[in-house]
């Protein structure tokens, strides 16, 4: 069904796409894109936003919500990339768990669409909703359920799969008013709250 599925954030590299993510929460992938081109041209490297003051920074990302927690985790992302990996976004889910504001779905969302290193997979509210519609999970925690995920989800789809899912949560399987008459996976669905 989404057979052409990517990372809908815009981004030139690892970085951009680390910022772009930790914007995404609680926030519109339409709107995030709407502000990162502007705040690439104004901060261009890891070095600009460590060098900021949360507080301009959040004057910045106001858009996207959450902007004083955002701010404050992106210039903290920004001076341990610079301090600890050479103004580089490492690539080993052990050292992005390091970073502030970067926590598992994050983590994956960089290493898997800017690297192409299948981590894990990546949770979140689309892929938590749907991989327990279609019993693939019977977990709510979003750790457990990217344990039950990685165990039947093949290593090589592992990337692919999220960026499906996601769309899929988007076009048709939403949270409130599936469209279970447009779904091709209808005849394998059993979620209580499918609307056929
Ligand atoms: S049949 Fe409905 S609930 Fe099941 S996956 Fe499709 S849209 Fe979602």
Redesign the pocket.
């Known amino acids: 069904m989404y057979p052409d599925a990517t990372c809908a954030l815009l981004h030139h590299n690892p970085w951009e796409l680390l910022v772009a993510t930790i914007l995404s929460a609680q926030c519109t992938d339409k709107r995030v894109n709407e502000v990162t081109p502007g705040l690439f041209a104004k901060y261009p490297t890891p070095r600009d936003f460590a060098a900021v003051r949360p507080e301009v920074l959040a004057n910045d990302i106001r858009s996207t919500g959450f902007f004083n927690n955002k701010a404050k985790s992106i210039v903290g992302a920004a001076q341990r990339v610079v301090n600890e990996f050479g103004g580089q976004v490492p690539n080993t889910i052990e050292e992005m768990l390091t970073i502030p504001g970067a926590a598992r779905k994050t983590a994956n969302v960089v290493l898997g669409t800017a690297y192409g290193i299948a981590s894990g997979v990546v949770v979140d509210t689309h892929v938590s909703r ?1 991989s327990q ?2 019993d693939l999970t019977k977990n709510t925690d979003p750790v457990k359920i990217e344990q039950d995920l990685v165990k039947i989800i093949p290593k090589e789809r592992w990337i692919l799969f999220s960026h499906q899912i996601i769309l ?1 949560g988007r076009a ?2 939403t949270a409130r008013s ?3 008459e ?5 005849s ?2 059993y ?1 209580a ?4």
């Open positions: 749907i519609r279609l899929h048709l399987c599936p469209e279970c447009r779904c091709d996976l209808n394998l669905c979620a709250d499918k609307r056929v």
